[in-house]
Every structure is written in structure tokens, then in C-alpha cells.
């Protein structure tokens, strides 16, 4: 027999997972496009921050900014139109 708390404890994990797997494939993304310092590049993530999933937003939001700081240090990303 299940229970409501074993079923949400899956369903956080399973949420976190994905928020990680976002959070590494935007850093993989980020360093095979480097860009010119002149230009400026929004990098815009939706994440809950509270509630239900809100550890696993905060977590993948951490995740966003170490790729953000990653790309940065390897040089930044590249733009091509």
C-alpha cells in the first residue's frame, strides 16, 4: 500500500532530476556558444522558488548561475546570426 508521502517524496525527486538535467544541459549549451564582450546576453530561467518544488528551484537556480559563472570563465559565449 502507498502513501501520500512516499508518492510525493518520488515526485520531488523526480522534479529535482529534471531541474538538474535543465540546469546541465543550459551549462553544456552555454559553453559551446561563446560570445563578444560587447554584447550582452539574457539567460532567462523559470524556477519556483517556494511551495512544493520550491527546493528543487532553488537548487537548479544555483545550478543556472554556476553555468553562468563556468561560461564567463571559459571566455564567455558566442553569438552567430
Given at each position: 500500500m502507498s502513501t501520500g508521502i512516499s508518492e510525493g517524496g518520488s515526485s520531488m525527486r523526480s522534479m529535482r532530476n529534471w531541474i538538474l538535467l535543465f540546469g546541465a544541459i543550459l551549462c553544456i549549451f552555454s559553453l559551446l556558444l561563446p560570445v563578444a564582450a560587447q554584447e550582452e546576453?539574457?539567460?532567462?530561467?523559470?524556477?519556483?522558488?517556494s511551495g512544493t518544488f520550491g527546493a528543487g528551484g532553488v537548487k537548479g537556480a544555483k545550478a543556472d548561475r554556476d553555468c553562468v559563472d563556468i561560461a564567463n570563465q571559459e571566455g564567455g559565449i558566442i553569438l552567430r546570426s
Open positions: 546576453v539574457t539567460i532567462v530561467s523559470i524556477l519556483p522558488l
